[in-house]
């Protein structure tokens, strides 16, 4: 919500189209039907653990806005790298894929205390899932469906500045999430 009041204040058009927030929310809801599946870390179930409603508040209020920070990022490089100003169909496309992809991606992040991926895997259907959205979003902008629901297909040039976008929003997470954890446990 931050990165679309954000946006709404100096573009000239909407950030993303009302279809395009449905869309991008459906395809995340999707990808998170598995989360039943996925495992706890075995070390995380040693001690009973009791919902701490205050650390829970200070979590979203210290992660929540790292994507927003991405996504400003994300704006920057779709007005000035790829001139965007006058291209909204580009600039919805462009973060919409960001977005999802985002989105998608934290889950393996905050299930864990570890270093995800590498200590701490989620299971095998919340990987495929979250594997099969993102190919979706990633695709979505060339195929007709795309196209009725206004996206566009984005340059070549984008996806490497995407690959790093991504990577610091996972490190950069994943460090305050540590942080946090060092600071103020896990409840």
Known sequence: MFSVIGAS?????????????????LLYDISQTAIP????????????????????AKFVLLIGPISSIFDYVTFFLLLTVFHAWDKPALFQTGWFVESLLTQTLIIHIIRTAKVPFLESQASGAVIATG????AVGIVLPFT???????????????????AAILLGYAVLTHLMK?????RFGLG
């Open 9 to 25: 204040i100096f573009l000239p058009f909407l950030p993303m189209a009302p279809i395009q927030v449905l869309t991008n929310n």
């Open 37 to 56: 599946t996925d495992n706890v870390d075995a070390d995380y179930l040693d001690v009973p653990r009791r919902w701490d409603i205050g650390n829970i």
């Open 131 to 134: 594997l099969v959205i993102a």
């Open 144 to 162: 007709p469906v795309g196209t009725a629901l206004g996206f566009v297909p984005l340059p070549n040039d984008y996806w490497l500045p995407l």
């Open 178 to 182: 540590t942080w946090f954890t060092h």
